[in-house]
């Protein structure tokens, strides 16, 4: 006997598909794609003894699945709180209109090209002097909460400032520093570290520290190695390395950075 497959049953099909897909994306390298392994197999056994009208069976696991539910929204509290991130991040990224970009005070073209260029300029030289150095630019999301346990500064971005600020015997160098709205808006300011585990041994906490901070936030992140000097950028979770300083001044002019 054949079953009628409708257009909804391919479109079903596919829907699934798609959302275990994006949550496989979500937290591959993670601890918590172990604990998901097992807890879909468990609903997959679930599935065929119901299938098989195993009563006893079904019913008990039945109830494992249904407290499942709380002790899974409790174990992937981080992955959701970063998935709802990304989805409120990417909306706000191509939205035109929302209540944020008509409030921010965006800087012109002339202003956004001299920013740039005095970040790529600090960036050059302390690329040459291995000075490390994070430099977090924001977008749409607010990075006033990440000035708590840093130094508001409110200056304008310049390459001397800086170099300054990330110079090795000054107390505001070890953290990162915070871009907004065309100004400096603080320094020394710990950031949020990637919980990914399948990053290299060598990649050093800023590095860590720059993809933290591009999962839960929309910021593009500037990252100077103090090892190698090599340049790197986090964008959406996302690490680009060994970047030119042709490569970074195309990312800062081109890609919607302001």
Same mark, same amino acid.
């Given at each position: ?19 275990? #897909?994006?949550? #496989? ?17 468990? #609903? ?105 346990? !840093? ?23 070890? !953290? ?83």
């Amino acid at each position: 006997m054949l079953v009628p497959v409708t257009f909804l049953d391919i479109l079903d099909i596919l829907l699934v598909a798609f959302i275990l #897909y994006q949550v #496989y994306r979500l937290i591959k390298g993670s601890s918590a794609f172990s604990i998901f392994l097992v807890v879909f197999s468990i #609903y997959l056994f679930w599935l065929l003894v119901k299938a098989l009208d195993m009563e006893l069976t079904s019913a008990l696991i039945g109830q494992v699945m249904g407290v499942g539910v709380i002790a899974l929204l409790i174990v992937f509290q981080q992955e959701i709180r970063r998935f709802l991130l990304i989805l409120g991040n990417h909306y706000i990224r191509n939205s035109r209109f929302t209540l944020r970009r008509f409030l921010r005070t965006t800087p012109n073209d002339t202003n956004v090209s001299e920013i740039a260029e005095q970040i790529i300029k600090a960036t050059l030289s302390m690329s040459e002097d291995r000075t490390g150095a994070l430099i977090v630019i924001g977008r749409m999301t607010r990075l006033s909460l990440y000035t708590e346990s !840093g130094e508001v500064i409110n200056a304008k971005v310049t390459a001397n400032l800086l170099q300054t600020i990330f110079f090795k015997n000054t107390p505001l160098h070890d !953290g990162a520093v915070l871009i907004e709205d065309g100004k400096i808006l603080a320094a020394r300011c710990p950031l949020p570290v990637t919980d990914q585990l399948d990053l290299s041994s060598k990649m050093g906490m800023r590095h860590r520290a720059a993809l933290g901070m591009s999962e839960h936030t929309d910021a593009l992140i500037v990252v100077v190695s103090e090892e190698t000097g090599n340049i790197s950028v986090a964008d959406n979770g996302t690490l680009r390395q060994g970047l030119t300083i042709k490569q970074l001044r195309n990312i800062l002019l081109t890609e919607k950075v302001w």
